[in-house]
């Protein structure tokens, strides 16, 4: 039985016609109708273009800007022959290598298959009966596309998993972050190869050997950390794209008949897997497609994990203008500022816009996944990008400190102040309110600041518009109880003392640079 990723029709794909069909690699250049991955799971969306732009960066291999720029205007040349080329790489089954499996195969006692989701829960939460929003026996068996989409999904993206049982190279759950080009106004979307096509970055040293990205293509696992290569024999064994193919899981799929669960096809399936410790345990590695961080200056680096199923404005700083010197976005994002005129349409200031997906972990256990696409302010101006972005950071943080001053307030109008956790849940339903009204109306002052607003006029409006969610977010939680005189005293005393957070005496820096002769 055979099944090769790069040959066989493979990824569901949305179409211009508002349908879905089934697409096969070797036609993705041509296939200007399809527009985007259509699985009916999220997390298999977003891992879908992380594979394809890493096929499509080791089949292309653009040496320098110029070659990506050629290939964008033009499409790529053979793309049949160098598929065909890296099809051995691709065998999902079979007695040779396979796709991101154990070379040589394994065996023992067979695990269900839908133990690859990342939202399974856990053999614990299983004990304890504690899946109640991730719930157990979903899939009994899946069919071959997307047994192989499982299987990247979760060596891509795969949490830690018990004794032995590594997590992927950027940790679990890490945060994606995609350049997507947008069309120009009144025209088509842009088809589903410009987008890969638009987060592939130069090649700086050709792959001599497959097996340097594609670890199955060898055998053994390579004993300690495997630290981002530089020389030596990590060097030799793995190619900087092996980031694409990260395999920390040892796993080997076991096959039989019936019908996937996912997508309700009939035809062979995959009923189960084999699964052994001690795989690739990899060191933190600069993944392309992903947002950095540091606790302090000098400090190791660590990737961006969500925090929430929601894409706040802080996140947005982080990922997409970085907050140096402890946050960088990923390299695909800082790309953009030498590829502004290809990538907006002709005669336009449309920017691309950046999409972000990635698990939100709790101890190994999947709580929510975040999408979202939000702009990105790039107008190919290097001094008017830096002005934007020294206006956004201050917005974005000064959220931050209006939603820590409500919550102070509220805590000091209603509750013991010494002891950390009391009224926890209120104090979170006024935080969450608070940067809910933020993020709902950062990116529209930013949007007028990009339109030519003057940054004192868009600041001073959005000072108000925090003052207003941060002050509703007070009197909710805590209304002055009128027929009680020492109840309402603290209560006053706490809005008047959330009010000078917001005045020229503030502690919070960002909030004070908001007032308007500090940004006249």
């Not at 001094?383 to 509220?410: F, I, K, M, Q, Y």
């Amino acid at each position: 039985m055979d099944f090769n990723l790069l040959t066989e029709p493979f990824i569901p794909v949305r179409t211009r016609d508002g349908g879905t069909r089934v697409l096969t690699l070797t036609e993705l250049p041509e296939a200007t109708d399809a527009l985007d991955p259509a699985w009916p799971r999220p997390d298999f969306n977003a891992a879908t273009m992380e594979l394809l732009i890493g096929i499509a960066s080791v089949a292309l291999q653009p040496a320098d800007d110029d070659a990506w720029a050629t290939i964008w205007e033009d499409g790529p040349s053979d793309w049949h022959g160098r598929l065909a080329a890296l099809a051995p790489a691709f065998e999902l089954l079979g007695d040779g290598p396979r796709f991101l499996q154990e070379h040589g195969g394994l065996s023992g006692e067979a695990v269900p298959i839908e133990a690859l989701l990342i939202d399974t829960p856990g053999a614990n939460g299983q004990r304890k009966n504690a899946d109640l929003l991730t719930h157990r026996a979903r899939y009994p068996a899946l069919g071959l596309p997307a047994a192989a989409m499982a299987l990247y999904t979760l060596q891509a993206y795969a949490p830690a998993g018990g004794a032995g049982n590594q997590t992927s190279m950027r940790g679990g759950g890490p945060l994606t972050t995609l350049v997507i080009p947008q069309p120009a106004e009144g025209e088509a979307e842009l088809s589903l190869w410009r987008k890969v096509w638009a987060n592939v970055l130069p090649v700086r040293r050709p792959v001599e050997d497959i097996a340097t990205v594609c670890p199955w293509m060898r055998k053994g696992v390579m004993a300690g950390k495997i630290s981002q290569p530089t020389d030596g024999d990590r060097a030799s064994r793995f190619h900087p794209l092996h980031m694409f193919f990260g395999m920390p899981r040892r796993l080997w799929l076991l096959v039989g008949e019936g019908f996937c669960a996912l997508t309700g096809r009939d035809g062979p399936v995959v009923t189960g897997f084999v699964q052994k410790p001690k795989g690739h345990d990899y060191a933190i590695w600069n993944h392309v497609l992903t947002p950095y961080r540091q606790q302090k200056e000098g400090a190791e680096r660590y990737t961006a994990k969500p925090s929430s199923a929601r894409f706040r404005a802080g996140d947005w700083i982080a990922a997409a203008i970085g907050d140096p010197p402890l946050r960088s976005p990923a390299a695909v994002v800082r790309s953009i500022d030498g590829r502004i005129e290809d990538l907006r349409p002709t005669g336009t200031e449309a920017a691309p816009k950046m999409r972000v997906s990635g698990w939100n972990m709790n101890n190994m256990e999947a709580t929510d996944w975040l999408s979202a696409e939000e702009p990105l302010y790039v107008t190919g101006d290097p001094a008017r990008d830096a002005e934007l972005a020294t206006l956004a950071r201050p917005l974005a943080h000064a959220a931050d400190e209006a939603a820590t001053a409500a919550v102070l307030a509220v805590k000091r109008a209603l509750f013991d102040e010494a002891k950390a956790d009391t009224g926890k849940g209120e104090l979170a339903k006024t935080r969450s309110g608070i940067l809910d009204a933020a993020d709902d109306g950062f990116h529209a002052h930013m949007g007028r600041a990009l339109a030519g607003e003057p940054f004192g006029s868009v600041s001073a409006s959005w000072r108000k518009l925090l003052l207003r969610a941060a002050l509703d977010g007070f009197d909710t939680a805590a209304p002055v109880p009128l027929g009680d005189p020492l109840k309402a005293a603290r209560v006053v005393t706490a809005r008047r003392n959330l009010l000078a957070a917001f005045g020229e005496r503030s502690k919070a820096k960002n909030l004070k640079q908001l007032l308007p002769e500090k940004v006249a």
